[in-house]
């Protein structure tokens, strides 16, 4: 009964996480804001990121915490709120919250790239990870001022972090949040590589 009990939980934690983290708040706050589709903006992401190059930092700024938050909630309401101690529902809630921002069922399945998200559900899993990965992300913002190979460099290292800071678990989770963040950076890797991906403060895509 225990187990059907857990898995049923877990199976809970996936759905919940999975719609919280589809809700698109750079594309709503937009929209409310009146400046249009941000999918028509610069790289057509609806992650801060993009937000910031329609030139309006508060609702920049609001993207980046609402989109981290609902990470955070996923993760902290399923460890805290409805599963015990020893549950892996929180990890499994806030995964699926990062894919559901990646993948939004209200986008026909083409959302962000899932950074704030990401480092919204470290924090939330495991504090000193998620501020490790958010120090080397600001770390290599200002020394390279690239978005995109700062989250490349923070994600990527948090599953170290997970192992030295937190548990196997954590940085199971973080290994499996690195390479969906690789994935999903592909076409931003290749820019890099071929010195043609925008700097941090540039309009264009």
């Known amino acids: ?12 934690a996936a759905v919940c996480g999975y719609l919280l983290g589809s809700i698109p ?17 610069g790289s057509g992401n609806i992650g801060a990121t993009n937000v910031l190059r329609t030139g309006n930092k508060p609702l ?10 609902k990470g955070a909630a996923a993760a902290l309401i399923f460890t805290h709120f409805v599963a015990d101690s020893g549950s892996h529902a929180g990890l499994i809630a806030g995964g699926m919250a990062i894919v559901g921002h990646n993948f939004p069922v209200w986008l026909k399945f ?4 899932g950074v704030a998200t990401t480092l919204g559900v470290l924090l939330a899993v495991s504090w000193p990870v998620g501020l490790a990965a958010c120090a080397t992300w600001v770390l290599a913002a200002i020394v390279f001022r690239y978005s995109s190979l700062a989250a490349l460099l923070g994600l990527s290292l948090a599953p170290l972090y997970g192992w ?8 199971l989770l973080a290994a499996f ?5 690789i994935w999903r ?8 590589l071929n010195g043609e991906e925008s700097k941090i403060g540039n309009k264009k895509a």
Not at 110 to 113: D, S
Not at 164 to 171: E, F, K, N, Q
Not at 185 to 192: K, V
């Open 110 to 113: 083409k959302g962000g790239k």
């Open 1 to 12: 009964m225990a187990a059907r009990c857990s898995k049923v939980i877990d199976l809970l």
């Open 25 to 41: 708040f750079g594309l709503v706050l937009t929209r409310l804001a009146g400046l249009g589709d941000i999918r028509e903006v």
């Open 60 to 69: 920049a700024a609001a993207t980046l915490l609402l989109d981290s938050g």
């Open 185 to 192: 950076h592909s076409d931003n890797i290749r820019r890099l």
């Open 177 to 181: 949040l690195a390479l969906l963040a």
């Open 164 to 171: 030295l800071l937190a548990d196997i678990r954590v940085a």
